[in-house]
């Protein structure tokens, strides 16, 4: 069986080695880049987001509040990025999968997620070239992370006793 890194890597097309390359030994993009870095490229990610032209997608989000998406995103990438641990010590562990489970995650959305990231990276100022490879790499293995897990899970729930119409139980 093929892990989920694994299919992370052969549907992102990135090799795991370049999708963690911003845990090197003496890269700390935290650092290099600064705490308004962060901010100011979940913002420019989640206005992208929350007016996307595609209904399906924006709906995907439709649930959340943008000012919180923002800071969650911004929260995860400081502390993922070896910043303070802002995000686990409001919200806990980040569980990236277990988190994006209720949301209709597909290999669809992720490229339009990627799509979006990508403009974003490419339009926040402050980000030099070498740290956008890293996180455009550590974003798109991330993403097809995230899909293979939600896949991945729904693939092991089974059908409530007592349930109606197709809504599965957890299966742990």
Known sequence: MQSLQDKAAEWSGVDTTLAFAVDED????FQKLGPQTFINLSTNFYNRVYDDEEEWFRSIFGKSK???AIQNQYEFLVQRMG???FYSQRRGHPALIARHRAFDVTHEGA?????????AL???SDIDDDSKIKLINFFRHTAYFI??????R??????????SGSHPCKNF
């Open 122 to 124: 490419d339009t926040t």
């Open 26 to 29: 003496g890269t700390n993009l």
């Open 154 to 163: 729904n693939q092991n729930q089974t059908p409530c006793k007592n349930a």
């Open 83 to 85: 910043g303070p641990n």
């Open 111 to 119: 490229k339009r997620w990627l799509h979006h990231m990508q403009q």
């Open 66 to 68: 943008k000012e919180e």
């Open 147 to 152: 899909v293979a897990g939600v896949e991945s």
